[in-house]
C-alpha cells in the first residue's frame, strides 16, 4: 500500500488510473491561513465530584515532524477556568492573546479581591465557551477559520463543574467526558467506562479522574504517532486551578506491540 | 497675578511675557478642589488611596469607583475633575494594549508614566484644547520574574539572558504622579487635592526612602490614617475612602492591582477615624492627657 500522504484519501492510482489534476486552479487566492501548518494533537478532560481534570501532551507537530517538544496548550483564563488547544498553534497563540486581553478588560470593570477572586461579574467557563463558540463561527462564516478544536474547562454559574467543546466550525457540544482529536476515539472509550453519564461523573473522586485522564494520555501516546511522552494536566474545582506544565508519563509498557499486526511496510 | 486681564490667561499655547502659562496654572486650582488622593510606594508594593467625597446621599454606597485597573499591574488614582480622569484612564488602557500589542509584554510603570506625561503636556499646547483639570497618580507593580511573552508557546532558550543581567535588581513597585502641566516624578510618597499639604507632611514622616522598612500592610493603615487625618470635618462634606493595593507576585495581591480586602480597609479605617477625632481633640485641650499615651504620631503633630 501506498503510505505517503500524498496518496492519503485519493483513489488508487494501480486500480483507477494516474490522477488527472490538469482540471485543478493553480492560482487562486491565498489559502496559508486556511489549513494548520503546526499542530497539537489530541486533548483529554473528564468532569468529577466537584471539578474537571483536562490534559494535553506538551508537542507540536510540523506535518509529522516531532517539531516542538515544550509547547503549552492549556491556559488559564483569569484563574478560574482552564481552555485546552488542539489543532493549529499560531491560531491557539492568537486566541491565547486574545482571552489574555478580554482577562484585562475583566479587571477594568470588576477590580477582583480577595474577597470575591470570582465575583458574579467575571466571566465562567460557561461564558468562555459561549464566547469561544460565537468568535469561531463568525471566523467559519469568514472562511478564515481558527483551525483548532478548543475544550473549556471550569465551574458554570452555579458552581457546578462545566466541560465543553467548540470546534473550528462552531460545533459546540457538552459531556461528562470529552476528547479532542485523536482522543475522541482512543480516549472516549476509556473515560466513559468510568463517567459515562453526569451522574456518574458526580460520583468520581478527584483521585481517579485525574488517574483515568492519566491513563488517557498512555494510551494515546501508545497509539497516537503525533503525541509525545510529556504533557500538562490541570484540575479545576471552585478553589482555582492547579496546573502542572511538565509531567512524565510513568510505567509505560510496550509489551502489546509485539502483538500488533497490519500496519507500516511489515510484509507478515 | 498682575498679568490677569492682560489676556495672556486666555489662550492655552501662548506665554506670558514673564514666562507662565496661565491655563495651566486654572488648571491646578481645579485639583486644588478635589478629593485629596495619595500614593504610597513601600518595599514590597504600592498603595493607592483616595478621599471620595459623596456628592448626595442618593449615590449608592460603594459604588463610582474612582481608583481604576488600567492593566494587572497598574492602577491609576486622581483628584480634580472626575470626567478629565476618566479620560486619563481609558486613554492609559489604550497605551498598556498597545504596549502589549507591540512588545507582547506587560507595560512597565515608567513607560507608562511617560507616554501619558506626554499625552497630558500635548494638552497645554494648543488653542483648541485646555489642559487637564487632574493630577493623576500612577502605581504599579513591575515584575522581578522571568516573564512569559504574551501568547509564548514554548520556554524559548534555556540559556542567555532576556535582556536581563544577572546579580541586577529587576522590576519592583514604581509610583508616579502626573501633574496638568505634563509634568511628572516618581514618587515614594504621593498626594494631591485638596488635602495635600497636610497629607504631604504626614508621608514626610514615614520611612519610604532608600531602604524604607515600611511593610505593605503598614502602608494601607498609613495611607488611610492620612485620609482621615487631611479630610476637613468641618468644611467638608462627608467620604468615603477607596483603596486599592498592589504587591509583588509572592505577596498578597500576586503582583495584581486590586481593591484593598474589606476586612483589612475597615480595620484601617476604624483606627484612622480614632487617630483623627484625637489629633482634633488635641487641638482644643492641648496635650495634656496625650502625654502618657503611646501615640507618638499625634505628639508630632502638636509640634507642628
Given at each position: 500500500m501506498d503510505h505517503r500522504p500524498q496518496a492519503w484519501g485519493r483513489p488508487r492510482d494501480d486500480i483507477y488510473g494516474a490522477y488527472d489534476g490538469s482540471y485543478l486552479q493553480t492560482s487562486g487566492p491565498k489559502q496559508s491561513t486556511q489549513a494548520p501548518v503546526v499542530t497539537g494533537t489530541s486533548v483529554v478532560a473528564l468532569k468529577f465530584k466537584d471539578g474537571v481534570v483536562i490534559a494535553a501532551d506538551n508537542l507540536a507537530s510540523y506535518g509529522s515532524l516531532a517539531r516542538f517538544t515544550n509547547v503549552k496548550r492549556l491556559r488559564v483564563f483569569l484563574d478560574s477556568s482552564v481552555v485546552g488547544f488542539g489543532g493549529d498553534v499560531s491560531d491557539m497563540q492568537y486566541l491565547d492573546r486574545h482571552l489574555n486581553e478580554l482577562a484585562i478588560d475583566e479587571s477594568y470593570e470588576t477590580t477582583p479581591s480577595a474577597d470575591h477572586p470570582s465575583p458574579g461579574g467575571t466571566l465562567n467557563a460557561a461564558n468562555l465557551h459561549k464566547y469561544l463558540q460565537k468568535l469561531m463561527y463568525k471566523r467559519r462564516n469568514d472562511f478564515d477559520p481558527l483551525w483548532n478544536q478548543i475544550l473549556v474547562a471550569g465551574l458554570d454559574s452555579g458552581s457546578k463543574p462545566f466541560l465543553a467543546s467548540v470546534d473550528l466550525r462552531g460545533t459546540a457540544f457538552s459531556s461528562p467526558s470529552l476528547a479532542s482529536g485523536f482522543g475522541a476515539a482512543?480516549?472516549?472509550?476509556?473515560?466513559?467506562?468510568?463517567?459515562?453519564?453526569?451522574?456518574?461523573?458526580?460520583?468520581?473522586?478527584?483521585?481517579?479522574?485525574?488517574?483515568?485522564?492519566?491513563?488517557?494520555?498512555?494510551?494515546?501516546?501508545?497509539?497516537?504517532?503525533?503525541?509525545?511522552?510529556?504533557?500538562?494536566?490541570?484540575?479545576?474545582?471552585?478553589?482555582?486551578?492547579?496546573?502542572?506544565?511538565?509531567?512524565?508519563?510513568?510505567?509505560?509498557?510496550?509489551?502489546?506491540?509485539?502483538?500488533?499486526?497490519?500496519?507500516?511496510?511489515?510484509?507478515? | 497675578?498682575?498679568?490677569?486681564?492682560?489676556?495672556?490667561?486666555?489662550?492655552?499655547?501662548?506665554?506670558?511675557?514673564?514666562?507662565?502659562?496661565?491655563?495651566?496654572?486654572?488648571?491646578?486650582?481645579?485639583?486644588?478642589?478635589g478629593g485629596t488622593s495619595i500614593g504610597i510606594r513601600c518595599k514590597d508594593g504600592v498603595v493607592l488611596a483616595v478621599e471620595k467625597v459623596v456628592a448626595s446621599k442618593l449615590l449608592k454606597q460603594g459604588a463610582n469607583k474612582r481608583i481604576a485597573t488600567v492593566d494587572r499591574h497598574?492602577?491609576?488614582?486622581?483628584?480634580?475633575?472626575?470626567?478629565?480622569?476618566?479620560?486619563?484612564?481609558?486613554?492609559?488602557?489604550?497605551?498598556?494594549?498597545?504596549?502589549?500589542?507591540?512588545?507582547?509584554?506587560?507595560?512597565?510603570?515608567?513607560?507608562?508614566?511617560?507616554?501619558?506625561?506626554?499625552?497630558?503636556?500635548?494638552?497645554?499646547?494648543?488653542?483648541s484644547v485646555r489642559p487637564f483639570g487632574i493630577t493623576a497618580i500612577v502605581g504599579g507593580f513591575d515584575s522581578e520574574l522571568e516573564l512569559?511573552?504574551?501568547?509564548?508557546?514554548?520556554?524559548?532558550?534555556?540559556?542567555?539572558?532576556?535582556?536581563?543581567?544577572?546579580?541586577?535588581?529587576?522590576?519592583?513597585?514604581?509610583?508616579?504622579?502626573?501633574?496638568?502641566?505634563?509634568?511628572?516624578?516618581?514618587?515614594?510618597?504621593?498626594?494631591?487635592?485638596?488635602?495635600?499639604?497636610?497629607?504631604?507632611?504626614?508621608?514626610?514622616?514615614?520611612?519610604?526612602?532608600g531602604s524604607g522598612e515600611l511593610s505593605l500592610e503598614q502602608a494601607v493603615k498609613e495611607a488611610a490614617r492620612i485620609i482621615y487625618l487631611s479630610h476637613d470635618d468641618v468644611k467638608d462634606k462627608k467620604f468615603e475612602l477607596e483603596m486599592s493595593w498592589i504587591s509583588g507576585a509572592d505577596g498578597p495581591t500576586k503582583g495584581k492591582h486590586q481593591e484593598v480586602p474589606k476586612a483589612l480597609r475597615e480595620e484601617a479605617e476604624k483606627e484612622a477615624e480614632r487617630l483623627a477625632k484625637k489629633a482634633v481633640e488635641g487641638d482644643d485641650d492641648d496635650d495634656d492627657d496625650d502625654d502618657e499615651d503611646d501615640d507618638k504620631k499625634d505628639g508630632d503633630k502638636m509640634e507642628e
Open positions: 482512543l480516549a472516549q472509550p476509556i473515560m466513559r467506562k468510568y463517567a459515562a453519564t453526569e451522574e456518574d461523573a458526580a460520583r468520581l473522586s478527584r483521585d481517579e479522574a485525574v488517574q483515568v485522564v492519566k491513563e488517557c494520555m498512555k494510551v494515546l501516546y501508545y497509539r497516537d504517532a503525533r503525541s509525545m511522552d510529556k504533557y500538562s494536566i490541570a484540575v479545576v474545582t471552585k478553589d482555582g486551578v492547579e496546573l502542572k506544565e511538565d509531567e512524565q508519563l510513568e510505567k509505560q509498557s510496550w509489551a502489546f506491540a509485539e502483538r500488533i499486526r497490519g500496519y507500516g511496510t511489515q510484509t507478515v | 497675578m498682575t498679568s490677569i486681564g492682560t489676556g495672556y490667561d486666555l489662550a492655552n499655547s501662548i506665554f506670558s511675557p514673564d514666562g507662565r502659562n496661565f491655563q495651566v496654572e486654572y488648571a491646578v486650582k481645579a485639583v486644588e478642589n497598574l492602577g491609576v488614582v486622581y483628584s480634580g475633575m472626575v470626567p478629565d480622569g476618566r479620560h486619563f484612564v481609558d486613554r492609559s488602557r489604550d497605551e498598556a494594549r498597545a504596549w502589549r500589542d507591540t512588545f507582547k509584554t506587560p507595560i512597565p510603570t515608567a513607560d507608562l508614566a511617560s507616554r501619558m506625561g506626554g499625552y497630558m503636556q500635548a494638552y497645554t499646547l494648543y488653542q512569559p511573552v504574551d501568547g509564548e508557546v514554548g520556554s524559548g532558550p534555556a540559556v542567555g539572558a532576556g535582556g536581563k543581567t544577572a546579580g541586577k535588581k529587576h522590576g519592583g513597585p514604581f509610583l508616579y504622579m502626573i501633574e496638568p502641566s505634563g509634568l511628572y516624578w516618581g514618587y515614594y510618597g504621593a498626594a494631591a487635592g485638596k488635602g495635600r499639604q497636610v497629607a504631604k507632611a504626614e508621608l514626610e514622616k514615614l520611612d519610604l526612602g
